[in-house]
């Protein structure tokens, strides 16, 4: 019957504008590409942390771009391909979105609505919702006080901080301060997330 036709379609993998797709940091906004087979404007996507898709009203809350609270949101069209993506088309679709704090250390699974289709629970596809909640001084001293080239050490706790993670301390304006090493990596050396930090000020100056 070749005047009978059907058309699938399928999310296929997330891409992010704002870093990796598979995490979000609570209270930033994350902006996700949708790439897939039957992509449109017209889909909407939320977020779970049950076993089923059937019941948007117990799906995950956020904040969209506009400021509103919802449980799901329809896609955005853009014209230029995000870093990353596999899509051989310049026109996307995204979505850009805020976790609350309280959901810190969840790591919801999509709820994706083709258009008049139900919709549909994608387990594998899941974002990790980070936030850390506190930092404690391991070796002596205060938690909030570092004395210029000497060695330091602090412990890392919250939502899905894990070994490869990055630190680095900025000044109040967002300016980085000054490190040997501006891009330090923060490689865990034990369980309890704990990293050596040399504080390095050239200038002398103090920060607030």
């Known amino acids: 019957y ?3 036709t059907l058309d699938v379609f399928s999310v296929k993998e997330l891409d992010s504008r704002t870093g990796g797709a598979d995490m979000a940091v609570a209270g930033v906004p994350e902006t996700l590409v949708f ?3 039957g992509v449109t404007g017209a889909d909407q996507v939320g977020w779970t942390t049950g076993s089923s898709c059937a019941d948007p009203s117990e799906f995950l809350p956020f904040t969209n771009e506009y400021g509103s609270r919802t449980k799901t949101m329809f896609l955005n069209r853009t014209v230029d391909a995000p870093r990353g993506s596999r899509n051989e088309s310049n026109v996307t679709f995204q979505t850009t979105f805020t976790f609350n704090t309280t959901f810190s250390g969840l790591t919801p699974q999509l709820c994706y609505k083709f258009r008049r289709e139900p919709w549909h629970h994608y387990n594998d596809l899941a974002i990790k919702i980070g936030w850390l909640t506190h930092i404690t001084a391991k070796s002596q001293g205060d938690t909030k006080v570092a004395v210029a080239e000497q060695a330091k050490s602090w412990t ?6 894990q070994d490869g993670d990055q630190v680095k301390w900025v000044r109040g304006s967002g300016a980085s301060r000054h490190f040997k090493n501006d891009s330090y990596d923060a490689c865990f050396d034990d369980g309890n997330r704990t990293m050596p ?3 390095y000020d050239e200038t002398d100056e103090r920060y607030g």
Request: glycine share 20%; net charge neutral; aromatic share 20%.
């Open 2 to 4: 070749y005047n009978k």
């Open 35 to 37: 790439v897939g087979d």
């Open 156 to 161: 890392f706790t919250g939502g899905h901080v």
């Open 197 to 199: 930090l040399l504080y």
